[in-house]
């Protein structure tokens, strides 16, 4: 998703960009991906590929999680290192912050306590990743990886299945479907109370696309997010509001809801000059009408 937004995005004409498919190239295979940066030597690498989806995808196959995007880091960090590549963007995850500590998510609370059981393959590959862009800056100043950490992301290209996908999109085929086949409840896993953090894919880019002409002026690590959050049963009434769905919400108290909040501290991206522009609203309603177009 965060791929196909940064090609399609206004800045991507200042840009030679290369961009393999996965038949084209495996991140996977280490000494192709070494092969490939070595050749073309790009001046920057921005590390955007990554196995993702929600509580269910993340519980039914974390090995994979673990494994595989652990592998896609570590081959594409050190395939641009060892190629000489000095700028390299690096995408985490706020699912790399602890269960337990306080919201806002501040930069200086990783790895301070337990990951989110529910996701905690995906936040060590992402920890590693990070980790490593860190080593290879200490050990020489010359080599500029860092690492933006963005919250919760939903736009165009998104995938839309409830069993692989994240909460909007997921939400977005859930109530198009029941207002196509006119049912009259949809379910809600938890009480819908627990909080998270969206942002449009599209002010990412915007983001990454700033980062990457001024790396230099980015701290280390930096949340990229809205800094402010919302229930999951208000993201369920937004998007029915926008579907024009009118039926009622049911929850499942037995099934896992993850954290209770994951809300980004913004402190460091306020002072690097950048805040996202497309409010929620706007978004859904940009990300349903790519959802029908799709469909």
């Given at each position: 998703m965060v791929g196909r937004n940064l090609l399609s995005h206004a800045?991507?004409?200042?840009?030679?960009?290369?961009?393999?498919?996965?038949?084209?190239?495996?991140?996977?295979d280490g000494p192709a991906v070494a092969a490939?940066?070595?050749?073309?030597?790009?001046?920057?690498?921005?590390?955007?590929?990554?196995?993702?989806g929600g509580i269910k995808a993340n519980m039914a196959d974390p090995v994979?999680?673990?494994?595989?995007?652990?592998?896609?880091?570590?081959?594409?960090?050190?395939?641009?290192?060892?190629?000489?590549?000095k700028h390299l963007l690096n995408l985490g995850s706020t699912c790399i912050y602890p269960h337990?500590?306080?919201?806002?998510?501040?930069?200086?609370?990783?790895?301070?306590?337990?990951?989110?059981?529910?996701?905690?393959?995906?936040?060590?590959?992402?920890?590693?990743?990070?980790?490593?862009?860190?080593?290879?800056?200490q050990e020489d100043p010359s080599f500029v990886y860092k690492t933006l950490i963005p919250c919760n992301l939903y736009g165009m290209y998104d995938k839309f299945d409830p069993n692989g996908s994240h909460l909007i999109p997921a939400i977005i085929r859930k109530v198009y479907e029941a207002e196509k086949a006119g049912h009259d409840?949809?379910?809600?896993?938890?009480?819908g109370t627990a909080r998270r953090e969206f942002m449009y894919a599209g002010d990412l880019v915007d983001a990454i696309y700033k980062a990457a002409n001024?790396?230099?002026?980015?701290?280390?690590?930096?949340?990229?997010?809205?800094?402010?959050?919302?229930?999951?049963?208000?993201?369920?009434?937004?998007?029915?509001?926008?579907?024009?769905?009118?039926?009622?919400?049911?929850?499942?108290?037995?099934?896992p809801v993850g954290m209770k909040q994951k809300l980004c501290d913004t402190g460091r991206q306020t002072a690097w000059g950048w805040q996202p522009?497309?409010?929620?609203?706007?978004?859904?309603?940009k990300t349903y009408k790519h959802f029908l177009e799709m469909t």
């Amino acid at each position: 998703m965060v791929g196909r937004n940064l090609l399609s995005h206004a800045s991507a004409k200042d840009w030679d960009i290369l961009y393999p498919s996965s038949k084209q190239l495996d991140l996977m295979d280490g000494p192709a991906v070494a092969a490939y940066i070595s050749k073309h030597k790009p001046d920057i690498v921005v590390h955007a590929a990554g196995r993702v989806g929600g509580i269910k995808a993340n519980m039914a196959d974390p090995v994979a999680f673990l494994d595989q995007n652990l592998m896609l880091g570590r081959n594409v960090i050190l395939g641009a290192r060892n190629a000489g590549v000095k700028h390299l963007l690096n995408l985490g995850s706020t699912c790399i912050y602890p269960h337990d500590v306080p919201n806002p998510l501040k930069e200086e609370m990783i790895l301070t306590g337990q990951l989110e059981p529910t996701n905690e393959g995906y936040a060590l590959a992402k920890l590693v990743a990070l980790r490593l862009c860190m080593y290879i800056r200490q050990e020489d100043p010359s080599f500029v990886y860092k690492t933006l950490i963005p919250c919760n992301l939903y736009g165009m290209y998104d995938k839309f299945d409830p069993n692989g996908s994240h909460l909007i999109p997921a939400i977005i085929r859930k109530v198009y479907e029941a207002e196509k086949a006119g049912h009259d409840t949809i379910e809600i896993w938890g009480d819908g109370t627990a909080r998270r953090e969206f942002m449009y894919a599209g002010d990412l880019v915007d983001a990454i696309y700033k980062a990457a002409n001024s790396i230099e002026t980015i701290p280390d690590l930096m949340n990229v997010g809205v800094g402010s959050d919302h229930s999951v049963n208000d993201y369920y009434a937004a998007v029915a509001g926008i579907v024009g769905w009118n039926g009622t919400f049911v929850h499942d108290l037995s099934k896992p809801v993850g954290m209770k909040q994951k809300l980004c501290d913004t402190g460091r991206q306020t002072a690097w000059g950048w805040q996202p522009e497309t409010s929620l609203a706007v978004g859904i309603s940009k990300t349903y009408k790519h959802f029908l177009e799709m469909t």
